[in-house]
């Protein structure tokens, strides 16, 4: 199968933390002491990776925005190309509301009317090349972007030896490929590269309502991040190891990550040109330092999209 015999849509997860209603809603369901400020800031970062993706991956079909009754207020929902999907839709009531990102990735193969071949986006990732369907599927298969990294289960041990805390986000990484092998004894020295993915609908399906179900059935009601939780990369090490996948070691020419509180967004951009970039916010974050993301994004973006208003 070629890539111009396939539909590709795009699934944004997407939530605006400084809405008050949402902000209420949070603080009646969080426990006590989790820091979660970072995870949730709305730098109006969507309307930016909007644009990029309008620019430069003018094929894409449709675009799922994933949301928890929230809409942006920059966007124009009549065009035909925008769905906005709600978590009410997908995620079952009995574990509603959900604020961990883990646990929610894992229901968007159920989006009504999304295509087998799709890729998979956080509003803090920018497409800052021309790019091909080929980018991202060879012969229909997705092309899974990963960083090398041949000592990550031993950076993790070490940490936890030292004493060393380690957050839940790689935690739930080091429960991925702990669970993978177990079952498949494979193991890939690979880590995130935090930018979009390319997946296929019936993988998740597969590792969701079949090869895992019963592991995955006890920590998606994880409200918040948990140590228990398990990241989608379970979905990537599945396709690889059935030959649904293509592993591609990537670089930071190809993709990189740049961090929210470290503002020298436009010398990294001179410096690597990449053709993906995202934009890390983290628990190291100031609103200072998000105060400068958009006007980066606006000189980096500066023509409105369709998408808009």
Known sequence: MGVKDISIDLVYMWVDGNDPKWLEKKQRFMEMGINTVGRYQDNQELKYSLRSVEKHLSWIRKIFILTDDQTPAFLDTSNPKIEIVH?????????????????????????????????????????????????FFKDGLPIMRMIYNPLIKYKLKLKKALNINVNTYRLAIENAFILFKKRFNIFYPISQHHNIDAYLKSDFKAVVEDVFKEELEAVLGNRFRDKTDIHRMLISYYAMANKRGILKYTDRKESARIRVHRTNYQKYIAKYNPQLFCINDSEHATDEHRAQVEPFLKEMYPEKSKFEK
């Open 87 to 135: 978590h009410s839709q997908i995620i079952p009531n009995e574990i509603l509301p959900l604020f961990n990102a883990s646990s929610i990735e894992y229901f968007i193969y159920k989006i009504p009317g999304l295509s087998e071949h799709f890729l998979f986006a956080n509003d803090d990732t920018f497409v800052n090349d021309n790019l091909s369907p080929s980018f």
